[in-house]
């Protein structure tokens, strides 16, 4: 009898306890949700995954006008020139090479340059091909590469630098060429109003054309002057058309947007090296993958260290500048 | 159209590369080095030599003789197993085991795409040399994929540096960077700003200015 009772008071307290359990349970999910909101799933993952499919897809669109517009340039062209003209031939050869990618970023890479600062000797033939490369309007003159010509004094100066040197390279300058640093803490990013300008997976920043509105925030943002706002239609020739292009690289712009450099990403991301690491006559410039134990920018990191400009900012820039094993160029012996 | 091109440029080709064989032939028939230096017995332990213009007195390669790269007695065979052959069909990438033996770690960098400028090669590859951006020409690659590209190096050793005086002779700057053609007029713009925000909000208020004077008008 008294077991009975026992066991069945013991019985009540178990349920009595089950059930608070559950209702306190209960209670504090709601109070939770307060406190934490749930995640829209569809949204999430379509935001992580944008998968490029939008840009494929807005690629594919601007492909097909870029063809329509090269291709009434191209006849004109043929009606000035005459049908059978090198120019007419050639242009129409090139609308039907152009092609617009939305190559989406390689797992586990991370893009970086060095320059070394011994070899340059601030000849500006990248800053040329750039202008070639990424389409930029041949009206507009904006080139998204400088080279620094820097005294080389006791305290050397950025400001004090020469932008418009004719004769190069002197005895006692350094060259340095600056663009954008695609810095890991890019204080463009974080001023963009509308997120038209992001850093992706693979360490390129890039702008998105088509959602800029030309506010310049990140203009004024960028300690390195490296963001360019385009005033008018950028102009470029059939002629000089690079076919070779990328939806958030150097398709070209529609006018009044920011644009820079973003490490040739219609060549880098498909296997490549930019334009100016290319057209580098000294071979200063090294590209590649950070992540890579053997790509040529950890040789570089590994042999040599690197530098970069204004990291007090706090921006932590990828573009590194490294004194190689050369002899600066004044201080060779032997010059013919 | 693209195979008329490829033929026209091979053509091309070949009329610049006939073109410069020429051209050494009638300055003094270098090749083959044999022919001369088989009756002249020579060891290479010179430091200049007046015939071929060569003087390692000066010059980066100044502890240098020509027997260090150069392999007697003919010369033409060079060290590291090249004939000095390929110089003149423009293979200049094999000789660079010739400096390799000697520059071993800037050859290293060399094949770690370090040092020595870089390119890009693709499928179905065409250059062609355009004329742009302030009449400055370029190299554009032609590719029928642009998916798929590698990197090499672009250029043999030899080609940057005279092996005779190596040191790079730096090329002249091109044009500073020009003024970029000045923004619209800032009054202009606030003018205009100002034209397009009281027209919309005249479109926003008439319709209802309209609507009310009707009401009104019924009212009454």
Known sequence: MVDETRRNLIKAGVVAVVGSAIGFIAVKREKLMELLKPVDKVELLSAIDREYSVYAERAKKKEAELKRWCMEEAAKLCRERGEESVECVEAKRRCDAIQVKATGPRKGVRFAMAIDLNKCIGCRRCAYACVMENNQGRNLNIEWIKVLGVERKEFPEILGSQLDYEMAPLPDTVYIPISCMHCENPPCVMVCPVRATWKESDGIVVVDYDRCIGCRYCIAACPYGARYFNWAKPVVPVLELNPNMHILGNVPRVPHVVEKCTFCIQR?????????????????????????????????????????LKSEAGTNPRLFYFFGPSKPVHKQEGRR | MRMIMLVMLAILGLISASAAAVAVAEEEELYPCEKCHLKLKLT???????????NL?????????????????????????????????GDYKELNVVCAGCHEKTYRDYVNLVHGNKTIVCEGEVKVLVKGYKNVSYWLHLCQDYTSLSVVPAKGCV??????????????????????????DQSVIAYTTLGVIISSLMLIVVPFVVELEKGGRRGR
């Open chain 2, 44 to 54: 290479g332990m010179k430091k200049a030599s007046v015939y071929h213009a060569v």
């Open chain 2, 159 to 184: 080609e940057c540096h005279t092996p005779h005086n190596p040191h790079y002779k730096p090329l002249a700057p091109l044009p500073p960077p020009s003024r970029r053609p000045p923004p619209p």
């Open chain 1, 268 to 308: 880098t991301r498909d296997g490549g090296v930019p334009a100016c690491v290319e057209v580098c006559p000294v071979g200063a410039r090294v590209f590649g993958d950070l992540n890579d134990p053997n790509s040529p920018i950890r040789r570089v990191i590994e042999r040599y260290g690197v530098y970069t």
């Open chain 2, 57 to 89: 007195t000066i010059g980066a390669h100044k502890g240098l003789v020509c027997a260090d790269c150069h392999v007697p007695p003919t010369m033409s065979e060079l060290v590291g197993g090249v004939n000095i052959v390929s110089f003149y069909k």
